[in-house]
């Protein structure tokens, strides 16, 4: 699994040439305590990224949902697990899914789901709140490298470092459990999954752009692009998940 990762790190130039990263922003390093108007709750607009019901059906224009939709860009192994996913969901099988038993969503399923997120922005770190399940983000702004390899133990939501550039934060994750997936289609990944964010204010709107790298289960990097509203006067209410009580 650390060789996977590796693998994944490995990509990390041509992830950032992917983003067009510019050099670390003269306006944060002139400025060190400031940080944009991130703060408040927000939701995803156009919710989840995936539909597996959709998928390969005509749109109102004659084209399949492969040639419209975003779909990860999967290897043959992984194609034939997702579509197997599919085929699952149209003819009415359950499809495993481990918050359907209490677990978390985890990432970067949390990041689209179509529940708030309140967002909280220290001079050191950036917190994420997470309606669902209770779950939390945080990243760290410290200036702290990731941790060595051999001493991460895979998580739900893996292990984010961010810095600002301007106005952007920029973000990369690594180290997430393979248990999570994309969305609510369950749409799998490997456990070399590692993506990299840029969130920003665009207008009145949080625009986060994700590449999504995963060696084990994609042909090349995937480009998403998640746009975010603020609900002022929004609070995150209480979701407990009682299923594994009543089982």
Not at 134 to 147: E, L, V
Not at 224 to 230: A, E
Request: overall charge negative.
């Amino acid at each position: 699994m650390k060789s996977a990762i590796r693998a994944g790190l490995a990509t990390s130039g041509l992830v950032l040439s992917l983003l067009c990263l510019p050099p670390s922003s003269s306006v944060a390093q002139s400025q060190p305590g400031f940080h944009p108007d991130f703060e408040g709750v927000w939701e995803p607009v156009g919710g989840a990224n995936f539909d597996p019901t959709a998928r390969d059906l005509p749109d109102n224009k004659g084209r399949s949902s492969s040639e419209w939709r975003d779909y990860p860009p999967y290897n043959a192994e992984y194609e034939a697990k997702y579509d197997k996913i599919v085929t699952d969901v149209r003819k009415g099988v359950a499809v495993e899914d481990g918050s359907a038993n209490c677990l978390p969503q985890g990432m970067p399923r949390m990041m689209v789901i179509n529940y708030p997120i309140d967002i909280v922005v220290q001079p050191k770190r950036t917190i994420m709140l997470f309606e669902p399940l209770s779950q939390r983000r945080i990243i760290n702004t410290d200036g702290r490298p990731h941790s060595k390899l051999d001493d991460l133990d895979p998580t739900f939501s893996g292990e984010s470092i961010g810095h600002w550039e301007g106005d952007t934060l920029v973000v990369d994750t690594i180290s997430i459990r393979n248990e999570t997936s994309f969305d609510v289609s369950v749409a799998p990944h490997s456990d070399a999954l590692h993506f990299v964010e840029r969130i920003r204010r665009v207008g009145d709107n949080l625009e986060d752009k994700f590449v999504v790298d995963d060696p084990k289960a994609f042909t090349k990097p995937w480009l998403i692009t998640r746009v975010y509203k603020r609900h002022p006067g929004l609070e995150l209410k209480e979701f407990v998940c009682e299923n594994a009580r009543k089982q």
